[in-house]
């Protein structure tokens, strides 16, 4: 069965990324279908109603860069005879059922089309009336979602996901706050990506305010943090304290991280950045061989490390020996570029004797 999944523009990577870790962290038996801007179809096997039930509850849940997922009706040309043409001849079963009301709504992403939306919305609202529905604009028992991209999706709203949540934990809004936080939901993304499930181990060696941390506490995760500032670890324990986590808080060096090897199954981090960062390092060159090492060292073999920078760290992760599956790059603003680097340590080594 094929599902959309409705992405924000906020990125023209990590969105999709972040969908797939979060099929692959919930078990589901997925691949990839297709891809336009800021919509992601993807066929996930098994029992419909088990994989609708994980994708509107944890998947859901987890998500950050999404906002709706669909089940998709049909895929066909971005033009407004092949839409109609669609909504003709779709069957509604597994989709409506009988006695249920409708409602039509159509997504224009970008510059993808140039015709009106309500037009194309009342025509398929048309189309399901004469199959025998009603529709019911305010109330409706099922939400008809119409995407309109480079093509066009049609499927029913799933579920959508609480970006308010997000906001909500904006940095400014925390019983702590420091300047130099990721904003909620691109730390929560990219505690995503680095595929951690409820229960195991996270660490965040450069935690500051504990912004990383929180997202992944929140996914159920047993969250770590380490900082080299006293009163940035005080600050963390307040804010993780709000939100009631499972954590463990240390003031220290991430080039130093009091941890056994093999230990920890995903780093998170966001380590100091250019000029104006306070660290605990003769240089951000030594802080960065130093603490990729040590994440290297302290990481599960299979483990996922994500490092935030404003420079490239993958040359320190792979001397450390990790390696890299991706680089993602966000400009953030005029002045700020981040780099996103995924990397996995190796399966196969022999770290025992490490
Ligand atoms: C960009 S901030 C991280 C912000 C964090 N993600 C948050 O949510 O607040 C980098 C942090 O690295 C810390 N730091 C600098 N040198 C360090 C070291 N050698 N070991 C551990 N932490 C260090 C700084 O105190 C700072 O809090």
Same mark, same amino acid.
Do not use: W
């Given at each position: ?12 990577? *990590? ?9 692959? %962290? ?16 993807? !066929? ?6 088990? /994989? ?10 987890? *998500? ?8 998709? /009706?049909? #895929? ?19 989709? #409506? %059922? ?15 089309? !140039? ?27 099922? $939400? ?13 709203? *799933? ?21 130099? /936080? *990721? ?14 499930? &409820? ?26 943090? %380490? ?25 220290? !060096? ?8 093999? &230990?920890?199954?995903? /780093? ?25 090492? $040590? ?8 483990? @996922?490390?994500?490092?935030?920078? !404003? ?15 991706? %680089?993602?790059? =966000? ?7 981040? @780099? ?8 196969? =080594? ?5």
């Amino acid at each position: 069965m094929l599902y959309a999944f409705e992405l924000s523009g906020e990125h023209e990577e *990590l969105p999709a990324a972040e969908v797939l870790a979060c099929l692959k %962290i919930e078990g589901l038996d997925f691949q990839p279908h297709s891809r336009v801007d800021q919509c992601l179809v993807v !066929d996930i096997a098994g029992r419909e109603e088990d /994989v609708e039930k994980t994708l509107a509850g944890s998947v859901t849940g987890r *998500l950050a860069m999404t906002h709706h997922i669909l089940k998709v /009706v049909g #895929i066909t040309e971005n033009n407004p005879d092949a839409v109609l043409k669609l909504a003709e001849a779709f069957e509604p079963e597994g989709y #409506i %059922i009988e006695g249920e009301s409708f409602v039509v709504r159509a997504k224009r992403i970008k510059h993808h089309v !140039d015709f009106p939306c309500e037009y194309l919305e009342q025509k398929i609202g048309g189309c399901i009336y004469r199959k025998g529905f009603r529709a019911n604009l305010k109330n409706p028992d099922v $939400e008809f979602r119409l995407i309109l991209s480079e093509k066009a999706v049609l499927g029913t709203l *799933l579920s959508s996901v609480d970006r308010s949540a997000y906001e909500a934990r904006t940095p400014q809004n925390k019983p702590f706050f420091h300047p130099g /936080v *990721l904003m909620p939901r691109v730390a929560r993304a990219l505690t995503n990506l680095s595929e951690i499930k &409820t229960g195991e181990l996270f660490l965040d060696p450069f935690c500051g305010t504990a912004g990383i941390l929180v997202e992944a506490g929140l996914v159920g995760a047993r969250v770590i943090g %380490i900082d080299a500032q006293e009163k940035l670890v005080l600050g963390a324990h307040m804010n993780l304290e709000a939100y009631e986590l499972d954590y463990l808080l240390m003031e220290g !060096d991430a080039c130093r991280i009091p941890l056994k090897d093999s &230990t920890i199954n995903a /780093v998170v981090t966001d380590p100091p950045y250019g000029r104006s960062a306070a660290i605990l390092a003769g240089s951000l060159e030594e802080l960065y061989s130093g603490a990729l090492e $040590e994440i290297h060292r302290v990481l599960k073999p299979g483990g @996922i490390a994500v490092v935030v920078s !404003d420079k490239a760290s993958f040359e320190y992760g792979e001397k450390a020996g990790l390696k890299v599956l991706e %680089i993602y790059v =966000q400009r953030v603003h005029r002045s700020l570029t981040r @780099i996103i680097t995924i990397f996995r340590k190796d399966m196969e =080594q022999n770290y025992s004797e490490s």
